[in-house]
């Protein structure tokens, strides 16, 4: 079983950063693709990024695109989400999900283990 943790989120005003971070148990990290998804109060859990596992390869949500940035540390078992020039409609609970191996995988229910979430809120 895989345990995934997500830190880093907060309240933070329009066109603000933040950082989250999801460490995870996987004794062979490396091998996971790690993405973050998204679930606003009313609405469903959307998809925001993922990177893949051998490649790195990224891919974005287009509501997203060039503000966030996700990244990974393998020495540290930790992916990254970092977010920039936050919106209102940001506000969410982020979760970072994971599953193993390469795919370009988009939709929840394609992965394995998932953290508690991180409560993110942009609010002036």
């Known amino acids: 079983q895989v345990q995934l943790v997500e830190a880093g989120g907060g309240s933070v005003q329009p066109g603000g950063s933040l950082r989250l971070s999801c460490t995870t148990s996987?004794?062979?990290?490396?091998?996971?693709?790690m993405a973050w998804f998204r679930q606003a109060p009313g609405k469903e859990r959307d998809f925001v990024a993922a990177m893949f596992a051998s490649s790195g390869r990224t891919y974005y949500a287009e509501s997203v695109k060039d503000r966030f940035a996700i990244s990974r540390d393998n020495a540290k078992n930790t992916v990254y989400l970092q977010m920039n020039s936050l919106k209102s409609e940001d506000t969410a609970v982020y979760y970072c999900?994971?599953?193993?191996?390469?795919?370009?995988?988009?939709?929840?229910?394609?992965?394995?283990?998932w953290g508690q979430g991180t409560q993110v809120t942009v609010s002036s």
């Open positions: 996987a004794r062979t990290f490396s091998r996971y693709t």
């Open positions: 999900a994971a599953r193993e191996g390469d795919g370009y995988w988009n939709r929840g229910f394609q992965y394995d283990y």
